[in-house]
C-alpha cells in the first residue's frame, strides 16, 4: 500500500513569491492535516481537511490556506513569502471511520526555503 | 487541548532500556495518549497508543498510571537506530465532528551510543 506522498520534495523561493505544495493522502483516508516543522517552532498544526472541508485550523496568518479535492488529494498555498517560512511542511492523513482514528501516517515532507 | 511535558533530550547506550516520560495533567477524558519517533528531515512515525493500563507491541511498550496524568515509553534494548526525537501527544481524532486535534510537543532527543 502506498504512503503518503508529497510534491515537491525540495523547493527554493524568494520572498514575495506564492508557493503550492501538494499531499496525496494513502488510498481510503479522508483526513489530511498539514504542519509546519521549523528548529525553533518545532512541529506546529496548520488546518486539517476532511472531505473538502477545512475542519481544524491553527494559529497561522491568513497567508497560508489550503484546500482538498474529491479524490482526499489536498494542497498547501503560501502567499507573499517571508523569511520565517522556510520550513519543513509535513502532510498527514488519516482514515476516519464511524469510531476514532488513532493514528496518523506522515509524508516525506517539502522542504522550503525561502531566500 | 492537554499540554505535554517531556525531557528535551536524554542519552543511554546500545542494549540499553530507555523510558521517556510524559507529563500530561490536564488529560481529558476522551484523549489518547500517542508516541511518535522522528528522524532528521522525515516525517513523524506512529510508535505506540494507549488510553490506560500498558499497551505493548512490538517496538516498545507504554504505560500509563491510574490517573492517567503522566505516561512513559519504554524502548527495549535500544541501538544506535533509535536515535531520533520522540513526541508524546494527548488528544484525539474524532471520526465524527471534532477531527484531528492533535498537538506536538516539543519531543525528546533521544541519542544512543555504542
Redesign the interface.
Same mark, same amino acid.
Given at each position: 500500500k502506498a504512503g503518503?506522498t508529497q510534491t515537491p520534495r525540495y523547493l527554493i523561493k524568494t520572498r514575495g513569491q506564492q508557493v503550492t505544495l501538494s499531499c496525496s493522502p494513502i488510498s481510503g483516508h479522508r483526513?489530511v492535516?498539514w504542519?509546519q516543522q521549523t528548529p525553533g517552532q @518545532?512541529?506546529? %498544526?496548520l488546518f &486539517?481537511y %476532511?472531505s473538502e472541508t477545512q =475542519?481544524?485550523k491553527g494559529n497561522f496568518p491568513g497567508r497560508f490556506s489550503g484546500r482538498q479535492f474529491s479524490n482526499s488529494r489536498s494542497e498547501m498555498n503560501v502567499s507573499t513569502l517571508e523569511l520565517g517560512d522556510s520550513a519543513?511542511y509535513?502532510?498527514?492523513s488519516?482514515r476516519?471511520?464511524?469510531? =476514532?482514528?488513532? &493514528?496518523? %501516517?506522515? @509524508?516525506? @515532507?517539502t =522542504?522550503l526555503t525561502v531566500l | 487541548l492537554a499540554k505535554t511535558t517531556q525531557p528535551i533530550s536524554m542519552d543511554s547506550y546500545e542494549g540499553q532500556e530507555v523510558n521517556i516520560t510524559c507529563s500530561h495533567n490536564n488529560i481529558a477524558t476522551n484523549d489518547?495518549i #500517542?508516541w511518535y519517533q522522528q528522524f532528521p528531515?522525515?516525517?513523524?512515525?506512529?510508535i505506540i497508543?494507549g488510553y490506560k493500563t500498558k499497551v505493548t507491541n512490538e517496538v516498545a511498550s507504554l504505560f500509563i498510571p491510574a490517573d492517567r496524568k503522566s505516561s512513559t515509553l519504554s524502548l527495549p534494548r535500544v541501538s544506535l537506530s533509535d536515535t531520533a526525537v520522540y513526541?508524546c501527544l494527548v488528544g484525539?481524532?474524532?471520526? #465524527?465532528g471534532g477531527?484531528?486535534?492533535? #498537538?506536538?510537543?516539543?519531543?525528546t532527543q533521544l541519542k544512543v551510543e555504542l
Open positions: 503518503v483526513s492535516s504542519y @518545532g512541529l506546529q %498544526f &486539517e %476532511f =475542519r481544524n519543513l509535513l502532510c498527514a488519516s476516519l471511520t464511524s469510531g =476514532r482514528a488513532l &493514528e496518523q %501516517f506522515f @509524508g516525506p @515532507g =522542504r | 489518547y #500517542t528531515s522525515q516525517g513523524p512515525r506512529f497508543q513526541y484525539d481524532i474524532e471520526g #465524527t477531527g484531528n486535534k492533535l #498537538t506536538f510537543g516539543t519531543g
